[in-house]
């Protein structure tokens, strides 16, 4: 057999095959280009168009686009409420943005944790954690798979919290016959290069709630109550302001970006999937890797491929593997530091180890492999 790269053989791959990218193709390339030579560069016609199709895409009342994923999250967030002294239920098995824009508000975050198989915000625990202070649960669709959320509008409701869903893994999955997007009270998205649509950096919250998206237009434009284009349209400089805002705006050059991408998504998706399949045909044999579990009566997205690696089969640990891959040219990841491990949330939020055991045992086994719609068989 020859040596592994890792000990000084060839590598499988030359160039490194990473574990997400984007697809452009020569049509999101012209779309692009006619915004260049266009009048407006922001605030312009594309982003209320990308707006329109995104909202039509979910079944949505209502989608605002915003700077990025975690503009979208800060956004819902005060749009829901959230404010000081506020208690926000995350997963600990999330990227650091979901806690994070809870702090932005003066809340806290309070980590719950998942579900052994899918890594997906495990209800009970959420129950668990559920105090006076509590004001809203943010599920995190992990990898592209709809949450629990028979479950957890039982508990919002009961309890009477908002419940918002960072869907960032998730744009194109269903659960049951309803879409993402219409899961939750907010639901927010990442177009994050590596996401399943990208427009470089951009964002987009989904909601029912007309005056909340009216409220989240206002705060990602400084709090102001017109834009520059209306105010153009109606030859007036005048703007008032009853509460201050951020610039969490996206460009009409991302919005045509989007607006183009976003007719692919149903394909990628189940280009998504078909890999996921391959996967799990490869997988089935090999009792060391385990697929996460997938959940019934839902479709799954497959942002992300993860495999959990079982020590006690295997001579080599999570950390060998994860650099033999790398050096093969294969780019694997690790997805995520449990949230409430990270340097902030112990030394400022007093958060530490055995908080959310089963998050914390997961991120020792977890790899996430190569998945997006441009790679080949
Ligand atoms: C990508 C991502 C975010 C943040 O999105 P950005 O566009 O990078 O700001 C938040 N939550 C999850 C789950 C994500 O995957």
């Not at 309890?159 to 999955?173: F, N, Q, R, S, Y």
């Not at 109606?234 to 009409?252: A, I, T």
Request: aromatic fraction near 8%; proline fraction near 5%; include cysteine.
């Amino acid at each position: 057999m020859t040596p592994l790269a890792l000990s000084g053989g060839p590598p499988v791959r030359t160039t490194l095959l990473p574990y997400a990218r984007q697809t452009v193709d020569e049509d999101d390339i012209q779309t692009v280009e006619a915004v260049l030579r266009s009048d407006w560069l922001t605030t312009g016609p594309k982003v209320e168009e990308f707006e329109k199709a995104f909202a039509a895409f979910t079944g949505t009342q209502e989608a605002v686009a915003v700077s990025n994923g975690t503009a979208a999250l800060h956004a819902a967030y005060a749009a829901a409420g959230i404010g000081p002294g506020d208690e926000v239920i995350v997963p600990a098995m999330t990227f650091a943005a979901t806690a994070n824009a809870a702090v932005f508000l003066g809340a806290r975050p309070v980590f719950a944790d998942v579900h052994p198989e899918t890594l997906l915000l495990d209800p009970v625990c959420v129950e668990a954690r559920i105090t006076n202070a509590t004001k809203a649960i943010v599920a995190v669709d992990y990898a592209g798979q709809p949450c629990d959320y028979a479950a957890l509008r039982t508990l919002a409701q009961k309890h009477h919290l908002v419940l918002l869903a960072d869907a960032c893994h998730a744009l194109g999955a269903t659960y049951g016959t309803a879409k993402v997007g219409t899961l939750a009270d907010f639901s927010t998205f990442s177009f994050h290069a590596v996401k399943p649509l990208a427009t470089g950096e951009g964002g987009m919250i989904t909601t029912d709630d007309i005056d909340a998206a009216g409220r989240m237009r206002r705060l990602r434009n400084h709090g102001l109550t017109s834009d520059h284009r209306e105010r153009q349209e109606r030859g007036s400089w005048l703007y008032e302001m009853e509460q201050v805002g951020w610039n969490e705006r996206l460009s009409d050059i991302h919005c045509a970006l989007g607006i183009s991408q976003l007719k692919k998504v149903p394909t990628w998706t189940k280009r998504r999937q078909s890999i996921a399949r391959m996967y799990d045909e490869a997988f089935a044999s090999l009792a060391a890797v385990t697929s996460l579990g997938k959940r019934a009566g839902l479709t799954h997205a497959y942002h992300l491929y993860v495999v959990r690696l079982d020590p006690k089969r295997l001579s080599a640990n999570r950390k060998v593997i994860f650099e033999a891959l790398r050096a093969e040219g294969i780019g694997v990841n690790v997805h995520y530091i449990p949230v409430h491990l990270l340097a902030y949330y112990r030394r400022d939020q007093g958060t530490s180890e055995g908080l959310c055991p089963v998050a914390e045992a997961a991120y020792q086994q977890i790899v996430s492999l190569p998945s997006f719609a441009g790679m080949t068989a």
